[in-house]
């Protein structure tokens, strides 16, 4: 059974000096799958989140990732085995061309992280696989940009040919559309799209209308542990859902789903 | 100008401008190196050591600051525990070649160093620079106990003996020759360092560590080598001014000194390879000019002025604002 889901956590629970953030949560990740984890404001995605990518610690429960027990290892350790995430805020290194930015990530693989003594020019062999890169989401022409003079849909552009460059297994991303005009969160839905091709990804995500279109299973938060889960078609038909939603959430997350549903 | 569409075009010109880049630094360099030769017919040799010393200093400062984004407040120890370490051997154990003095002050700074770094490291900002304090004074009371060191009094008469056994240290003309070979190869390996695979890293660190620690890097490990790197380089600019100046002296070890290399750091500009040299430089002569006139009493708070000046008014240094006044102005 285990080699079908790529991430599992077995009675994951998350206390803050008394307050249950995270309580009880059994998530099973199937292999190819965009699975999104939605929830009104403070259910604990976030929380969830960095629980699953080690930010923080869990105070009991196991994360299965492959199989393999990773509760006990780093962020770093399991980003080198193939779980990558992104971040609410886009995380780009801003004093560095996106060139750079990308290079980076995969000055990871080839083990020269701690050449000091190596030229500049030593990474240049690099540059071809980061061009391709930058080629995937539309950056080409912005290679040898200060990442921060980049526009804010173009830097998780860039953020995402970032994560690719690591060549995860499981993506973890952390609501990819937050805060982006229309026209930049059709360009995302189609860059998850293609990213997702071939990998597994696990997405926090607000915006209804993105998880309609692109998930194949959601799994729905509140108040810390798992209200329902399914297709858009079960989760959005749930009565519960609706209420959560209605009663607690925001006005603009209530207008999503409405807006999802109606879809 | 054409703007290039295709993607190998595109490499192209990154790869050219990369290399006009490091063609313009190698003249800068260049020019450098030959003011660096001819300034001891000009000026008085011992007051150039002086300023190579602290030029060097300020270099290892910064590379933990300016381009790790770890601001230490203990630096001190460093370059006092290379000076006490040269200065000793070479006192007690005559004949030993200064060369190897030398190694061996920045050999104990080193270790020190990794020292330091393995018990501060996990912290962050503020509480970084307070455990390195806390750390460089307890260096600090050791020096002032122990007999070696002559405590309040310092270290004095430390013969500068001969280097590789045939060249007299003595001549101040031969010194300050190989305090400038030392000093330029240890900017040259730190102008290497910061533009290494390994800087690339550490610049990705400092701008944003969550994601480095995302994309797989265990910063922690980055970041200790660098203190140690530093450390180092601070080891040997102590050293060599125990050997110049035939002393090691309290003074060094002081928490001041640690402060001292902040504000030639940021005067200078940190995070630029040349800021912190010329930093150094302008320090130094304020202080010694400063001394020798009416306002003596008055180094202090005019320093202290220069430093509040710098904070508010020129963030980016001496060559971090001439810098952009050149981008801005040429393109």
């Given amino acids: 059974m285990s080699d079908q889901f790529v991430l599992e956590t077995r009675n994951l629970v998350k206390e803050f000096k008394g307050f249950v953030a995270v309580d009880d949560v059994n998530l099973k990740i199937q292999k190819g799958h965009i699975h999104a984890l939605i929830g009104p404001n403070g259910a604990g995605k976030t929380t969830v989140f960095n629980l699953l990518t080690k930010f923080l610690i869990p105070t009991r429960g196991q994360i299965l990732f492959n199989g393999e027990d990773i509760t006990s290892m780093k962020s770093a350790g399991i980003a080198r085995k193939g779980v990558v995430r992104s971040f609410q805020i886009s995380a780009v290194f801003p004093h560095m061309t996106a060139l750079e930015n990308i290079r980076v990530a995969l000055q990871g693989f080839e083990g020269s992280s701690f050449s000091f003594w190596k030229s500049g020019a030593s990474l240049n062999r690099l540059n071809e696989r980061c061009m391709e890169l930058l080629d995937s989401v539309g950056l080409t022409e912005y290679a040898n940009t200060t990442t921060v003079e980049l526009a804010y849909g173009r830097k998780r552009a860039l953020e995402l040919a970032t994560t690719l460059a690591m060549e995860p297994k499981l993506l973890l991303l952390d609501e990819p559309t937050q805060g982006m005009g229309a026209e930049d969160v059709d360009r995302v839905v189609e860059l998850v799209r293609k990213a997702a091709d071939g990998r597994t990804v696990l997405m926090v995500e607000h915006n209804l209308s993105v998880v309609s279109k692109l998930c194949d299973r959601i799994t729905v938060l509140a108040q810390g542990s798992v209200l329902t889960e399914g297709d858009y078609e079960t989760v959005s038909a749930d009565p519960r859902v609706r209420e959560v939603y209605m009663g607690t959430g925001s006005s603009g997350e209530r207008g999503a789903v409405e807006e999802g549903a109606a879809k | ?331």
């Fill in chain 2, 1 to 331: 100008m054409n703007q290039p569409q295709n993607t190998a075009d595109i490499h192209k010109v990154i790869v050219e401008q990369q290399a006009a880049q490091d063609r313009k630094k190698l003249i800068l360099n260049g020019v450098l190196l030959l003011f660096l030769l001819a300034a001891p017919f000009v000026f008085y040799p011992v007051f150039l050591m002086k300023i190579l010393c602290f030029a060097l200093f300020a270099v290892a400062f910064n590379l933990l600051f300016g381009f790790t984004g770890l601001l230490s407040f203990g630096h001190a120890a460093f370059l006092a525990s290379g000076g006490y370490t040269t200065g000793y051997l070479l006192s007690n154990f005559s004949g030993l070649p200064t060369e190897l003095g030398i190694l061996a002050g920045t050999l104990a700074a080193t270790i020190l160093g990794l020292g330091f770094a393995l018990l501060s490291i996990r912290r962050q900002g503020i509480y970084f620079a307070m455990v390195t304090l806390a750390l460089a004074q307890l260096v600090f009371f050791f020096f002032v106990q122990s007999e070696f060191t002559g405590g309040e009094d310092g270290m004095h008469g430390i013969p500068r003996g001969q280097l590789f056994g045939l060249i007299n240290l003595e001549d101040n003309m031969n010194m300050y020759y190989f305090v400038l070979a030392v000093f330029i190869a240890c900017y040259v390996l730190v102008q290497r360092i910061v533009s290494s695979p390994y800087g690339q890293v550490l610049k990705a660190i400092k701008q944003n560590e969550p994601r480095a620690v995302s994309l797989g890097y265990n910063v922690d490990r980055y970041k200790v080598l660098a203190f140690v790197i530093s450390a180092a380089l601070a080891g040997v600019a102590g050293s060599m001014k125990s050997v110049v100046f035939q002393l090691a002296s309290l003074n060094d070890a002081h928490w001041h000194m640690s402060g001292e290399v902040i504000l030639m750091t940021l005067v200078g500009g940190m995070g630029t390879l040349l800021g912190p040299v010329v930093g150094a430089t302008f320090v130094v002569n304020i202080e010694y000019h400063l001394s020798q006139g009416p306002l003596r009493d008055w180094v202090d708070p005019i320093l202290g002025g220069v430093f509040v000046i710098t904070v508010l008014a020129f963030r980016s240094g001496i060559v971090g604002e001439i810098q952009k006044f050149v981008r801005k102005n040429m393109g």
